[in-house]
């Protein structure tokens, strides 16, 4: 007890490592991602759902280029679809999984040093496929979305730990 008492005293504080998270000073650049896959919009759709899922667990800085903290870098690698299960007949797929690949980079700004930077990470997530060329688009984007907010909210987790 005594030893912990005397940790204030000598300058030391226990302090969670969310505290830049919820500084509202702080400002972080999340620039749309570089897309190398062939959906037009994936590197802008990630780095949408990364910025609502820093607002949704307590981000209360400003995003932002000029004058930013931090700068979040990232590349949407790849997007895959593979087939998971065929009708009885084996002639149509009846579920299909689609794989979001992203490789990202995170940038100090002030001190130009890289707080972390991990390539290939993935996010999976299934859908219903068929005959009906609409209902695999609508289930396809359905599917995107899901990998982009599960592949957000990793991001989120992570740079909360970091920042």
């Not at 919820?22 to 910025?51: C, E, I, K, W």
């Not at 800085?61 to 895959?80: D, K, M």
């Not at 996010?123 to 009906?132: L, M, N, V, W």
Request: include cysteine; charged fraction near 25%.
């Amino acid at each position: 007890m005594v030893l912990l008492s005397a940790v204030p005293g000598c300058g030391y504080r226990l302090e969670s490592g969310t505290a830049r998270f919820t500084d509202p000073s702080v400002r972080m650049d999340v620039s749309p991602f570089a897309n190398r896959s062939t959906t037009p919009d994936a590197g802008a759709v990630v780095a949408a759902r990364l910025r609502e899922e820093f607002r949704r667990s307590g981000f209360q800085g400003s995003f932002g280029s000029v004058g930013a903290n931090y700068r979040i870098e990232g590349t949407v690698r790849e997007i895959r679809s593979g087939i998971f299960s065929h009708d009885s007949t084996d002639r149509f797929p009846l579920e299909v999984r689609l794989t979001l690949v992203v490789d990202i980079r995170v940038v100090e700004v002030l001190r130009g040093g890289v707080l972390w930077k991990e390539s290939g990470l993935s996010e999976t997530a299934s859908f219903y496929s068929g005959t009906d060329a609409q209902y695999i688009e609508a289930n396809w984007r359905a599917a995107f979305e899901e990998v982009a907010r599960r592949m957000a909210v990793r991001l989120s987790q992570t740079l909360r730990v970091l920042l």
